[in-house]
């Protein structure tokens, strides 16, 4: 088992669709949860981090739920520049390496 | 100028030669990493490292050797290259449970 696996892309969405993502890990002892987004094989950036309350920026709410090991992002009225490739990161503990999800791309059509 | 650069930006080697990607962070995080990435594959680790003189493995660590005698900086040697490791290099570093910031890649070719 991978220790973090994404849904697979990709995902065709029109302007205006509520979109989720899901993500799982294998860790239970994972502290920090990230996700990241990553256009045309560019260095990927931070999107939000998520914390156990869940949090929300603009279009984007990212959830996290411990005890089924799993974090959602979800975009609302997608536009055509959210179109990406969506990571799920997770800071494996001890030693805090950081681990990728395979990422979901996501296309959004006009 | 604060941030992470990587070093060179694009590379062509011929297989069996060693060849080095550099890497320099000026946050002084704890934390640097080495990724890998492939056409239509997701960001695998090779090494990282949680402190000046201290490296792990990730999940693809054969064929690739690390240092870091100083935390700014976190070098990536292929001993002796091989087509298969003809890729996209990020590096990253981080604080203490915080997220990840990354160098613009290294675009490797292994001829």
């Known amino acids: 088992r991978k220790e973090v696996e994404q849904d697979p892309g990709p995902f065709n969405v029109p302007e205006g669709a509520t979109v989720a993502f899901n993500c799982t890990y294998s860790n239970s002892a994972s502290q920090s949860f990230f996700w990241y987004r990553q256009d045309c094989r560019k260095e990927p950036k931070l999107l939000m981090s998520?914390?156990?309350s869940g949090n929300e920026d603009g279009r984007f709410t990212a959830q996290l739920n411990r005890a089924s090991q799993y974090i959602s992002l979800l975009i609302r009225d997608s536009k055509l520049s959210d179109s990406a490739t969506y990571l799920c990161?997770?800071?494996?503990?001890?030693?805090?390496?950081?681990?990728f999800g395979q990422g979901t791309e996501l296309s959004v059509k006009p | 100028d604060a941030g992470i650069t990587q070093s060179p930006r694009y590379k062509i080697t011929e297989t069996g030669r060693q060849v080095t990607l550099m890497c320099h962070q000026t946050?002084?995080?704890?934390?640097m990493f080495w990724y890998r990435q492939d056409l239509g594959h997701g960001l695998r680790l090779i090494y990282y490292s949680a402190a000046a003189d201290i490296t792990d493995k990730g999940e693809v660590p054969d064929g690739y050797v690390v240092s870091r005698s100083k935390t700014e900086n976190f070098p990536l040697t292929l001993e002796s290259a091989t087509r298969s490791q003809t890729s996209v290099y990020f590096c990253?570093?981080?604080?203490?449970?915080?997220?990840?910031?990354f160098g613009q890649g290294t675009r490797l070719t292994v001829v």
């Open positions: 946050w002084s995080h704890s934390y």
């Open positions: 990161v997770v800071n494996m503990a001890p030693g805090g390496k950081l681990i």
């Open positions: 990253a570093s981080s604080g203490l449970d915080s997220e990840a910031f």
């Open positions: 998520v914390y156990s």
